[in-house]
């Protein structure tokens, strides 16, 4: 079974501009999480999608936005970029159990953003 | 707001030697602790812990949580270079008919050294 595939893996935007990351999740997972990782803040939970619908948001600014595909496959995107959004956007895969429970979120390699 | 503070930050032991990892929480309704180990990038899954008292053990990693206390623990015994990573705690909250979302605090460093 593939896990979980991010992209791009590295890119470089300046101040301003806009950038759309891609997760394709484990086959048979219906729920995306995302979460930025900084070395100050460590992890830190974006938002989650499960069946096309955003189920959770974390205390990001508007400026982060997501949605998710039929095929379970996410998308994140950060508009009007700032030195501050540069850091590794990871996106996790789950099946959750039910009674809404995350379950165990399976990782991928992430996409490393550098805003200059 | 729910936190996940781990101690220490860092830490540097022999081949060998025995290490535990600390992790303290608050959390409104508290569902799940989890522990990740994080080498290079992709976080990978260790443990789910819910119950108090009961140890979780894989190997050489045991870990166990005490929800009276508001904290876990982490030991890994007769530790190996391989060890080597960012060990993450992070809670679950429960709210009933909802999804959830897991606070990671920052993590723990190990270096393990021949």
């Known amino acids: 079974k593939a896990g979980v595939t991010q992209t791009p893996r590295y890119l470089i935007k300046t101040r301003g501009q806009q950038v759309t990351l891609s997760c394709s999740p484990i086959s048979g997972h219906r729920s995306v999480s995302w979460y930025q990782q900084t070395p100050g803040q460590g992890l830190q939970f974006l938002f989650e999608y499960f069946s096309e619908t955003q189920r959770n948001k974390g205390n990001f600014p508007g400026r982060f936005s997501g949605r998710q595909f039929s095929n379970s496959r996410s998308e994140m995107n950060v508009s009007t970029l700032e030195l501050g959004d540069s850091a590794l956007y990871l996106c996790a895969s789950s099946d959750p159990p039910s009674g809404g429970a995350t379950g165990e979120l399976f990782f991928g390699e992430g996409s490393r953003l550098t805003v200059l | 707001e729910d936190k996940v503070v781990q101690s220490p930050l860092s830490l540097v032991v022999h081949e060998g030697d025995t290490v535990t990892l600390n992790c303290s929480y608050e959390v409104t309704n508290f569902r799940s602790l989890l522990w990740y180990k994080q080498e290079k990038k992709a976080p990978t899954f260790l443990f789910m812990l819910?119950?108090?008292?009961i140890e979780k053990k894989s190997g050489r990693l045991s870990s166990i949580l005490d929800k009276k206390e508001l904290f876990s623990i982490l030991n890994i015994t007769a530790t190996q270079t391989g060890d080597s990573a960012i060990y993450l705690c992070a809670v679950e909250p429960g709210n009933t008919g909802t999804a959830s979302k897991l606070t990671f605090g920052t993590g723990t460093r190990l270096q393990v050294t021949l």
């Open positions: 819910t119950s108090s008292g």
